[in-house]
Nanobody, 126 residues
Framework: VQLQASGGGLVQAGGSLRLPCAAS????????IGWFRQAPGTEREFVAV???????LYADSVKGRFTVSRDNAKNTVYLQMNSLKPEDTATYYC?????????????????????WGQGTQVTVSS
């Protein structure tokens, strides 16, 4: 499966962006799709995940501001980002996991994911 994240850009603090993650090659309806971000000089960090059944998990830093959702008919997962802060500035990546876990906490781990898309840059100005 190929994943493509898009929708990034420059936005003022307090603004919003929606990042689509479009999949091609096969359906992703049975996959958990995670969102990660990486700022220069830092490690890639977990942002959010939506499982095949629609369960979600968020990093504490984005909880209440970001929403992850999926549209299986369009083979696309979305990350809606509201109330953006300068510290949200990073390259955002989506990734697919072939496995299902009993605990959502597994999806926080970068190494659990099998397929990665190219990132999209989000810059939040103060």
């Amino acid at each position: 499966v190929q994943l493509q994240a898009s929708g990034g850009g420059l936005v003022q603090a307090g603004g919003s962006l929606r990042l689509p993650c479009a999949a091609s090659g096969r359906t992703i309806r049975d996959n958990a799709i995670g969102w990660f971000r990486q700022a220069p000089g830092t490690e890639r960090e977990f942002v959010a995940v939506v499982t095949w059944s629609g369960n979600t998990l968020y990093a504490d830093s984005v909880k209440g501001r970001f929403t992850v959702s999926r549209d299986n008919a369009k083979n696309t997962v979305y990350l809606q980002m509201n109330s953006l802060k300068p510290e949200d500035t990073a390259t955002y990546y989506c990734a697919a996991d072939r496995n299902s876990y009993s605990s959502l906490s597994y999806y926080r781990r970068v190494r659990e994911y099998d397929y990665w898309g190219q990132g999209t840059q989000v810059t939040v100005s103060s």
